[in-house]
């Protein structure tokens, strides 16, 4: 069952009412009479058409939970956690294309008082979000298309190596909420990019992310995070099975590429943690 603390901040993804939930075996539903299972792992698909997107598979999703569970990525789950901190104003804490819900669990670890939302595409992701924190629920539902959450209900929203909808952003934030936006920066994951003939960092990547949020926000602060990781060959597996590369490129030809590495792999992570204000 969603929490009472998360379903008042949501709305039907049809005619956009208020949901309610008034027990743990009913259906999702809205006074219009749309109606939306619980899956059996805890999560509600929150979508009015088909999905432009299914997400991560069940794969990608295991590669990412068994990496961040490693500890490689905790200078990000760290940064966040303290943004979020430092300015919650209260209400939803919303984490947008969650993945395993990871990061959000540690956002609300450090915000006692807070619930906070999973949204993802992937159902094999929302599997997981949705058993990631005691305060944390997830849906599935499409970051492309106007979110299932209401107007001025989010107190932080976090975007992490996740697709971005500005205005849709800007609608679910309330005017003192805080956006925070964790982007790759140029560099990032260089040594096996090159090694591996995996998708590059976009070199003018964030310059579009500025283009895309300027009408709806301000730039509150930025900083750079980078850090060395030391992988096996399993760990570089791990990091290229959770990523976009994915997609690209076939398991044989990957495991060939990662046979040939050192033993012992040092990795760069470069990132950029940006903090977002809405504009008045």
């Not at 805890?42 to 997107?53: D, E, F």
């Not at 905790?74 to 901190?85: E, G, H, N, W």
């Not at 919303?94 to 450090?110: E, I, K, R």
């Not at 730039?219 to 990091?239: C, F, K």
């Amino acid at each position: 069952m969603l929490h009472s603390e998360v379903i008042r901040h949501l709305c039907c993804p049809i005619c956009r009412r208020e949901l309610a939930q008034p027990t743990a075996d009913a259906p999702v539903r809205c006074p219009s009479g749309h109606s939306f299972d619980t899956a059996r792992q805890g999560y509600v698909q929150l979508t009015a058409a088909a999905l432009t997107h299914p997400g991560d598979n069940a794969a990608m999703v295991a590669a990412r939970a068994a990496f961040l569970a490693a500890g490689h990525f905790a200078p990000i789950t760290s940064a966040v956690r303290d943004v979020a901190a430092a300015a919650w104003p209260g209400d939803l804490v919303l984490d947008v294309g969650a993945g395993t819900g990871h990061h959000l669990a540690s956002v609300l670890d450090g915000l006692p008082r807070a619930y906070g939302l999973a949204v993802d595409s992937s159902k094999a992701a929302a599997r997981r979000a949705a058993n990631a924190h005691a305060r944390a629920d997830a849906i599935v539902a499409d970051v492309w298309r106007p979110l299932p959450v209401a107007d001025s209900s989010v107190g932080v929203l976090t975007d992490i190596f996740a697709p971005r909808n500005a205005p849709e952003f800007a609608r679910v934030l309330r005017p003192d909420g805080v956006l925070v936006v964790v982007t790759p920066a140029t560099g990032h994951l260089a040594e096996v990019v090159d090694a591996l003939d995996l998708l590059r960092v976009d070199p003018a990547k964030s310059e579009r992310l500025a283009d895309t949020f300027d009408a709806s926000f301000r730039r509150a602060a930025s900083r750079p995070y980078q850090w060395i990781m030391e992988l096996n060959h399993d760990g570089v597996g791990t990091l290229v099975g959770m990523g976009p590369s994915a997609w690209h490129v076939e398991p044989a030809t990957l495991s060939g590429r990662i046979a040939v590495l050192p033993a012992a792999v040092r990795v760069t992570a470069s990132v950029e943690v940006a903090v977002y204000r809405p504009r008045a």
